[in-house]
């Protein structure tokens, strides 16, 4: 189980008293915490360090998601696009993979969590009820389950989708964190995919990262 532990705590102003970042101030008791007042502010702290990228992966910023709570998948350029949308929860993650995009895609490389889950809640209702198909996930910008054990955002997320037939909830992963979901009971609604390598491709370029062991018992325990 992977569980994140940071050596630094940006909390932006504005989730002072969201839940998440209260959750998380009382999980890392322990940990140096900075209030800031915008992300400027985080990333030119990361900047500073020696190692800025290592850096970043090491701490994390808890800020509200004041834009768009539901965006469109990028795509590939020149490609048809599938018509995925991403469920925007957080960015980046708190493994350290060696090949990850997000080090070249994102401009802000700490570890973000958004704070405000109700509001993305709400407007991910409003989607659902829309009378359309939806194919929605939240492994685009972050690993969809890295913070699961302490957070339960997708716990949060899944009922959202069991019993619907117009949508599904795709969690992309490269960790076991599946206790939390599993315990809802079975849904064709939600779709777990690990992510898997060599051994020694995950020794060697996915630091953090679970063992090829533990990602396939996880999977074992998502089908049965």
């Not at 940006?10 to 970042?21: G, H, N, P, T, Y």
């Not at 958004?114 to 929605?136: D, F, H, M, P, Q």
């Not at 849904?187 to 063992?211: H, Y």
Request: glycine share 6%; with cysteine.
């Amino acid at each position: 189980m992977i569980r994140f532990k940071p050596v630094r705590i940006f909390l932006d102003r504005s989730s002072e008293k969201d839940d998440i970042a209260l959750q998380l101030l009382y999980i890392y008791d322990d940990v140096p915490v900075v209030t800031v007042e915008s992300e400027r502010e985080v990333i030119e702290e990361a900047e500073s360090a020696e190692d800025p990228i290592g850096y970043a992966k090491e701490c994390l910023y808890l800020r509200q998601n004041k834009g768009a709570k539901i965006v469109a998948c990028p795509g590939t350029k020149a490609h048809i696009c599938c018509g995925y949308k991403i469920l925007d929860i957080a960015t980046g993650c708190g493994m350290d993979c060696s090949y990850c995009i997000l080090q070249s895609f994102l401009n802000n490389h700490v570890v973000t969590i958004y704070t405000n889950l109700e509001e993305t809640e709400g407007e991910l209702k409003k989607v659902l009820n829309a009378g359309r198909s939806w194919r929605i996930g939240t492994g685009e910008f972050t690993d969809s389950l890295f913070a699961e054990s302490l957070i339960l955002i997708s716990r949060r997320l899944v009922p959202h989708f069991k019993g619907r037939r117009n949508a599904v909830l795709e969690l992309k992963t490269k960790s076991d964190n599946v206790n939390d979901i599993l315990d809802l009971g079975p849904s064709d609604r939600i779709i777990i995919a690990f992510s898997v390598n060599t051994e020694e491709l995950i020794s060697t370029e996915e630091k953090g990262a679970t063992t090829l062991l533990q990602r396939i018992n996880a999977a074992v325990r998502a089908a049965e």
